[in-house]
Nanobody, 124 residues
Framework: QVQLVESGGGSVQAAGSLRLPCAAS????????MGWFRQAPGKGRQGVAT???????TYADSVKGRLTISTDNAKNTLYLQMYNLKPEDTGMYYC??????????????????WGRGTQVTVSS
């Protein structure tokens, strides 16, 4: 079974940038969809961005133009590049993968593999 490990989180000031890698081990199998979700304090987990195996990307309205999802299959890694961060971007960021469903949206299920998360804190 694939394991997903996020990293790259931290504390930044508003308008700052971060890049979150999500490493798949032992390798990144043929996924249908991979995505990033975040959970703010006291709130439910929400989809931020997804990428289908054919390359189609989906973003939450609140992050369009600021966050970019990408994969490097040679490195078995999913990325979330974040620019112009806002305090409302604060939360625990999780990467997820699905290997079977044709769905590749911002709502879970059907994501079957999850990382443990990396914390992002944006101060004003």
């Amino acid at each position: 079974q694939v394991q997903l490990v996020e990293s790259g989180g931290g504390s930044v000031q508003a308008a700052g940038s971060l890049r979150l890698p999500c490493a798949a081990s032992p390798y990144m199998p043929n996924y249908q969809c991979m995505g990033w979700f975040r959970q703010a304090p006291g709130k439910g987990r929400q989809g931020v961005a997804t990428i289908h195996s054919v390359g189609t990307k989906t973003y939450a309205d609140s992050v369009k133009g600021r966050l970019t999802i990408s994969t490097d299959n040679a490195k078995n890694t999913l990325y979330l590049q974040m620019y112009n961060l806002k305090p409302e971007d604060t939360g625990m960021y999780y990467c997820a993968a699905d290997f079977f469903s044709a769905y590749c949206g911002l709502v879970d299920p059907p994501y079957s593999s999850w990382g443990r998360g990396t914390q992002v804190t944006v101060s004003s």
